[in-house]
T-cell receptor, first 115, second 113 residues
Framework: AQSVAQPEDQVNVAEGNPLTVKCTYS??????LFWYVQYPNRGLQFLLK??????LVKGSYGFEAEFNKSQTSFHLKKPSALVSDSALYFC?????????????FGSGTRLQVQP | DAEITQSPRHKITETGRQVTLACHQT?????MFWYRQDLGHGLRLIHY???????NKGEVSDGYSVSRSNTEDLPLTLESAASSQTSVYFC????????????FGPGTRLTVL
């Protein structure tokens, strides 16, 4: 079975400071990993994904994520936070080779960037 | 532009009524999914389809059904609505394979009184 944990319900950061949103996963094989962002009263928007290759993945709006196989983590990062980054962030995983195309999501982390 | 739409965006119904939520995508994607979003649970998979006439149960499928008669649509039906089904429902689609990104609709907020 595949699962995702986002250990922080909320992350607070000052504008201009670096931000990290944590994600750990569990799969039986190798993972495909995704980050999505949700703004109020909107659907989820794709940010970035890790399939294979370079462990540092760059995505939309200046976000990046680092895949760490030994720690089974896929933390989302941004060097300098903006107030407009305030939103709900979801990590998701898919287990490679199972044929399953649906995603398993974490419970979400609310990012609050203070001016 | 191609897109994925959901209707209605908001729905209030009574316990025991049948409710159908619509999902329509114009990307010609093979895969379509229904999730529900509840506080503290993230998104949980209800049903999914890999193509026309194909439907499968997800982890929280009890009380829900879907049908796929064409590529564009995957309606979600609540057979007899219960208060526990008050939630925000999201439809998503992806091209075909397991590596493809899922794209989400704007959501339907359903309240069951």
């Amino acid at each position: 079975a595949q699962s995702v944990a986002q250990p922080e319900d909320q992350v607070n950061v000052a504008e201009g400071n670096p931000l990290t949103v944590k994600c750990t996963y569990s799969v039986s094989g190798n993972p495909y990993l995704f980050w999505y962002v949700q703004y109020p009263n909107r659907g989820l928007q794709f940010l970035l994904k890790y399939i294979t290759g370079d462990n540092l993945v760059k995505g939309s709006y200046g976000f990046e994520a680092e895949f760490n196989k030994s720690q089974t983590s896929f933390h989302l990062k941004k060097p300098s936070a903006l107030v407009s980054d305030s939103a709900l962030y979801f990590c998701a995983v898919r287990d490679i080779g199972t044929g399953r195309r649906a995603l398993t999501f974490g419970s979400g982390t609310r990012l609050q960037v203070q001016p | 532009d191609a897109e994925i739409t959901q209707s209605p965006r908001h729905k209030i119904t009574e316990t025991g009524r049948q409710v159908t939520l619509a999902c329509h995508q114009t990307w010609n994607h093979n895969n379509m999914f229904w999730y529900r979003q509840d506080l503290g649970h993230g998104l949980r998979l209800i049903h999914y389809s890999y193509g026309v006439q194909d439907t499968n149960k997800g982890e929280v499928s009890d009380g829900y059904s879907v049908s796929r008669s064409n590529t564009e649509d995957l309606p979600l039906t609540l057979e007899s609505a219960a208060s526990s089904q008050t939630s925000v429902y999201f439809c998503a689609s992806s091209v075909a394979s397991e590596v493809d990104t899922q794209y989400f609709g704007p959501g339907t907020r359903l309240t069951v009184l």
